[in-house]
């Protein structure tokens, strides 16, 4: 059991590339999201989905966009890379979305830097 | 919308003490309030959960109590250990899909 995974750990990019962040995780877990942490900010949401063929838009969506195909997948696109997303974005899963036991489990990073 | 705050933002003891981490939310409407914990460069992990029902959790040495109508929760930490050193993040679910909102985080280091 794995848990959440994320891919690449560290990624430089210049502006106005595209990339795909990498999100997996193995719990059979119907909800995933995506969080950024920027200094000073602590972590804000900027999509999640409940389950497959799913998606909302959380604090921070513009310059991002996101599909689930799979219960297992949940990528996270920037579609033309600027300097302001330069951060550590973080993904989460939990089982029963919005319950009130839900634990939130989240993945190792991946931190990003757009120059 | 959920404000969450934690106070202090680090912290510095000696090995040994008993402290206290102070997190205060705005709207009183939750469903949990979770503590992580995050170590330098790497990811949350979960320490503890308190459904919006439950005034405390314990996990070891660690107690996590919550008031839900003032909008506090503490995290106690007890005969603290330098492997304790990290920043502490609490955040609150207010049910709609999950969504957390999270504090900036207490900065803890336990010397010896």
């Known amino acids: 059991n794995a848990g959440v995974t994320q891919t690449p750990k560290f990624q430089v990019l210049k502006t106005g590339q595209s990339m795909t962040l990498q999100c997996a995780q193995d719990?059979?877990?119907?909800?995933m999201s995506w969080y950024r942490q920027d200094p000073g900010m602590g972590l804000r949401l900027i999509h999640y989905s409940v389950g497959a063929g799913i998606t909302d838009q959380g604090e921070v969506p513009n310059g991002y966009n996101v599909s689930r195909s799979t219960t297992e997948d949940f990528p996270l696109r920037l579609l033309s890379a600027a300097p302001s997303q330069t951060s550590v974005y973080f993904c989460a899963s939990s089982y029963l979305g919005g319950g009130a036991t839900d634990t939130q489990y989240f993945g190792p990073g991946t931190r990003l830097t757009v120059l | 919308k959920q404000e969450v705050t934690q106070i202090p933002a680090a912290l510095s003891v000696p090995e040994g003490e008993n402290l206290v981490l102070n997190c205060s939310f705005t709207d009183s409407a939750i469903y949990n309030l979770q503590w992580f914990r995050q170590d330098p460069g790497k990811g949350l992990t979960s320490l503890l959960l308190?459904?919006?029902?439950?005034r405390e959790q314990t996990s070891g040495r660690l107690n996590a109590s919550l008031d839900k109508s003032s909008g506090r929760s503490t995290l106690y930490i007890a005969a603290s250990q330098p492997g304790d050193s990290a920043t502490y993040l609490c955040?609150?679910?207010?049910?709609?899909?999950?969504?957390?909102?999270f504090g900036t985080g207490t900065r803890l280091q336990v010397t010896l």
């Open positions: 308190i459904q919006s029902s439950q």
């Open positions: 719990m059979n877990h119907e909800y």
């Open positions: 955040a609150v679910n207010t049910g709609t899909a999950s969504k957390l909102t």
